[in-house]
Each structure stands twice: as C-alpha cells, then as structure tokens.
C-alpha cells in the first residue's frame, strides 16, 4: 500500500484524509499538533447543515468519524520537511520521522512575525525564518533564535553546525523544550533588534544586548509558509501555491485550505482537502 501524510487535522486535511482512505488503496496518516483555526472559532453558523456548532465540536466530529474509519492520527510537531534518495518526502516531528509517497501540507495560515522593533525592518539583512536556506551565511559568526520551543531547537541545532556561538532568545517566554549544551539561552524580553544596514544586536528591556549577525525567527510551532520556504515551494506572498488538482510545484506534494489562501472559511478548507484527496489518489495509483 502506498504512504500518504497529512500533515494537519483541521477541515482540510479530514476532509483529504476521508478521501485517501475511503479509496482502500492507501494508507494514511494525519499528523497535527494540537488545535486548529477551527478549533477556535466559538460559533460556526455559516456551513452547511449545521445550525449553531462550536468549532471544536466540529473539529471533534470530524476527527472522530475519520478515526472510525482507521485514519492514523498522531499528535506530533512537525519541524522539517526533507527528501530522500528518490525524491520521496520525508516528514520530522518533535518525535520520529516519517516517510510518505504523498505529502498534504494542510496546516493552516500561516503565524505572524512578533512585534519586534526594527525585526520586520532588517529581513534579508541578517533577520531569517529558515536556518536550513541561510546558516551558510553566518559561518563562525553569533547567531540567535527567537522562540521557546521544539521548533526553534531545531533550527539552532542546525545553525550550530556551522556558527560560532547560538542563543535561544525566548523574549520572556517559557521554554517548553530541552534545550542541548552547546545552546546558550537569554530569557529577557526583546526590545528591539539593532542594525544600520544589516543586524549587528539585539537590545533586551533591562537595556542589555547582545551582539549577533544572524536573527532567526522561530516562534511557536512551524507554520506553513516556513516549511513551504525551506523545500523550496512556490509562495504568492505567504500562501502555498497549487495548481488546480491542489500540488504544488513539487511533485507529490500537496496543498489545501488555509495555507493556500482564498476564502479562508471551513467549507473553502473542506473543498480543497477533497479536491487534493483525490488528486493524491490519482498521483499515487500512476507513480511507482
Ligand atoms: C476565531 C475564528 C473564527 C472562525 N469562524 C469561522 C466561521 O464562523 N465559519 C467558517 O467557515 N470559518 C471560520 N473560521 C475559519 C476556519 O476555521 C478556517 O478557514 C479553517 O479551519 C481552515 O481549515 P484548515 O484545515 O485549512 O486549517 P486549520 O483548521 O487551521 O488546521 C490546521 C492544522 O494544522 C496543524 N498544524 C499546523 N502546524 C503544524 C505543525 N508544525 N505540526 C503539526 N501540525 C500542525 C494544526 O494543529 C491543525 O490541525 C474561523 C477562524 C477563526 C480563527
């Protein structure tokens, strides 16, 4: 049987995953960390059938009714997306990694940047959201990583191949991940991010700094546009972009609701996971 993974268990990835796996062809796998848009919305009024529903009752619904079905659920932190020897997608969460024949990212909208003074400023000068694309550029030199969890231990363990030192900068958040040795880590509150042309520090609110050339951006858990960046997907601004059975530009990998922009409502999400559900099935029946 052929592999596919969703990573998301919001509208459109159910929606995909019911598809995938009503086919009886494959075997399919969601992954997702914990809530999702839906999950947040108090009221939804405006879909189909349902009068008055909380979006985590809809949410439950749905998950429930796939796993009846024997949908793979598993509640994991996806941190980076790579590739093996034949091209197949290879999916790392916080704990295991998983390879799929087909991919659906299906992960949401993407997170906002914090509110740093002088963060948004200096992007492409020294301020970074993909240590994979750019640690080459702060070879031996201080870099640090805004955020606090598995995420961003995952790009600091990467930079810390090849820069001098590495700081985790929490910005006075807890740390909900272990943080390795050779990681330093300043629990102060960011005031600003410090440079004329490129960064040079970045001030905490006590006043004090800290000298780096490199700031990554990792807040919270990885967002779509991140992965889609680090791979090499094509982006219209910070939305994934598909062609009309919903694939990216990357063969056998997927994406759908959210993440690719549109209406950004359930019965959008619940449409664009089908389309790719059988989209995927099509994909994985013809390839070998
Ligand atoms: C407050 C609020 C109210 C809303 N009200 C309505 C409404 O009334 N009607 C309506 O139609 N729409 C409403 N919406 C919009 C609707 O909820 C979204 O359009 C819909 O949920 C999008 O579905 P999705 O599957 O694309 O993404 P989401 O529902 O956001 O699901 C994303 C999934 O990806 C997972 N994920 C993300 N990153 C990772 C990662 N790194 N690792 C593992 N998993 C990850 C999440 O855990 C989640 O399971 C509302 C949204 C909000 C926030």
Redesign the pocket.
Known sequence: MKKAII???????VSAALYLKRSGKNDVTV????????A????????YGIEAMS?EELETQGIESAKKLGIDFIN???VAITFDDLFKPIIETNKESLRADALLI????SRKSPRITGLSELEGKGVSYCAICDAFFYQNKDVCVIGNGDYAIHEAQILAQTSKTVTILTNGTELTAEVPENIKVINKKILSVDGTNCVESVTFDDRSTLTVSGVFVAIG????TDLARKIGLELDGNKIKVDENMMTNIPGVFA????TGGL??????VYD?ASAGLAMIKYLSDSQ
């Not at 992954?31 to 839906?38: H, M, Q, R, V, Y």
């Not at 947040?40 to 879909?47: D, G, L, P, S």
């Open positions: 990573i998301g268990s919001g509208p459109a990835g992954i997702s960390n914990g809530k999702s848009a839906l947040k919305a108090e009221k939804i009024e405006n879909y979006g994991a932190q996806v299906a992960m949401g909208a858990v990885a967002g779509s759908a609701g959210d993440c950004l409502q359930v019965s959008k999400a996971g």
